[in-house]
């Protein structure tokens, strides 16, 4: 690959500077000549007040921003392979997209700004290699000068990766922050949207999981549009929304995807659903909450899922203590199970630690995780019990 080391200045970059935050590839600078924004790129995620406030900091106090990296397409048509964020914020700056604090603490915005330091903001030396190559090149570039900063998550490298209309479709539907929907998706999707996160879960979704998106998004590359992935995420999203009448917070990130597959087919009663998981809510011995979904799409049946508040050491001693006295009267095991039992073990007193603590009746039939609801049952009897 060959690189050409180059100069501009800031007002260069700047010059015809159009930003629509609408657009997959909606930057551009130079008079039109150079792209900011390609559609393998990650959003901008410098308007934070502090990073991009921080670039034209640095400009003002003549700072170098460190090499950009730009990719040439031919004689009259450039792109930013690295550098994005830095370009795009001195350009939103120069277009009043946002303000800094002066010296005596007053918002400025580059208009307002006194000529001298609009001069040292726009005659600033932007130090440029400009790149030239194969597609392969090029992103393979991209992927390794970006192991530094910022580093892209692994979405945003499979954009660069197979960069192309089904990418910057999907990109324009979920990472898109204007998108009405996000609202909505934000109830059961975590993430950052202009970070790919979005768009990496409908793929997850639509691909049956995060080690197949990769051959998914090889294998549609080339699509002209992205309705397969849309349909399969409505669909996701449909069910849940109608399957659970309450949208509580830690719904939120949950494997919807795997969960859809397992169980849509299944019918349910969403007034008995919302009953039972506000029940589930509320009960002060659930102490996971968000496997709360997933038992009881599964008939209640996993109870590890809720990791269920288990006996502490005092109320489990105490158990351990009476049942042990009280089967050396008997001449019994002090494991009830082994006790009714035939085999060698029905006269076995079990030491402490050969013991688990067992609810008497089951905490999915109501069992209280109590010292009256505490029986002490060797390890083999007590694993083999489950709910029962």
Partial sequence: MKTTLKKYQVKEICDGFVYNELEAKGLFGLSGKLTIQPEYQRSYIYADGKRDVAVITSLLN?????????????????????????????????????????????????????????????????????????????????????????????????????????????????????????HKWSAYISGAVNRQEYWERALDWVAKGKDNIDNYMSRHRGDKNINEVRTYFESVIDWVSRTFVDVEKEMCGLEWGRLYEAHHRTSYNKNKVSSRIRELYSDGYVENRRGIWEFVLGGEIDTKLLEVRVFDEPTKKAAYAKCTKESKVKLKSNCSLCANARGPNKTKIWKYDEMEADHILAWSKKGATSAANCQMLCKTHNRAKGNR
């Fill in 62 to 182: 003549r700072y170098p921003l460190g090499l950009v990296y730009f990719n040439k397409i031919d004689d009259n048509n450039l792109e930013v392979l690295d550098g994005q964020q830095r370009i795009t914020s001195f350009g939103r700056f120069v277009a009043d997209k946002f303000a800094i604090k002066d010296q005596n603490g007053l918002e400025q915005n580059f208009s307002s700004l006194p000529q001298d330091l609009k001069d040292i903001i726009l005659n600033a030396d932007i130090l440029v290699y400009e790149c030239e190559g194969t597609e392969t090149e090029i992103k393979q570039w991209f992927k390794t000068i970006n192991i530094v900063g910022i580093p892209l998550n692994n979405q945003e490298l499979l954009n660069a990766i197979y960069s192309g209309p089904f990418v910057t479709l999907g990109k324009a539907e979920f990472s898109n922050s204007q998108n009405a929907n996000i």
